[in-house]
């Protein structure tokens, strides 16, 4: 069973920049996806980046050009580099990892982290 447990979340103000890390409890010898996934109360959960199977970074419209997704595998480490960060992108942030293919939509996502709260101020 792998655990993710996500890191790096807080408070900034509109326009700052936060990094957030997901550390794996095992490597993934295989392909495999990993992402990351925001929800608030009150909405569904949105996938907001993730690197799939074959390396290639994914993110959903209102991130791109703001956000960077990358992943280190001798570290077991995958990371989300927010920038220009705005009211609206905060949400409590998780880490999501599948040994299969999925994508930003996907519901079958396996193993989660617990989360990290990201709070962005106007």
């Known amino acids: 069973q792998v655990q993710l447990v996500e890191s790096g979340g807080g408070s900034v103000q509109a326009g700052g920049s936060l990094s957030l890390s997901c550390l794996a409890s095992e490597y993934f010898y295989s392909r495999h996806c990993m992402g990351w996934f925001r929800q608030v109360p009150g909405k569904e959960r949105e996938g907001v980046a993730i690197?799939?199977?074959?390396?290639?970074?994914h993110y959903t419209d209102s991130v791109k050009g703001r956000f960077a997704i990358s992943e280190d595998n001798a570290r077991k480490t995958l990371f989300l580099r927010m920038d220009a960060l705005k009211p609206e992108d905060t949400g409590m942030y998780y880490c999501a990892a599948d040994l299969g293919w999925v994508d930003l939509n996907s519901n079958t996502w396996v193993y989660w982290g617990r989360g990290t709260q990201v709070t962005v101020s106007s």
């Open positions: 690197i799939d199977a074959d390396g290639s970074p």
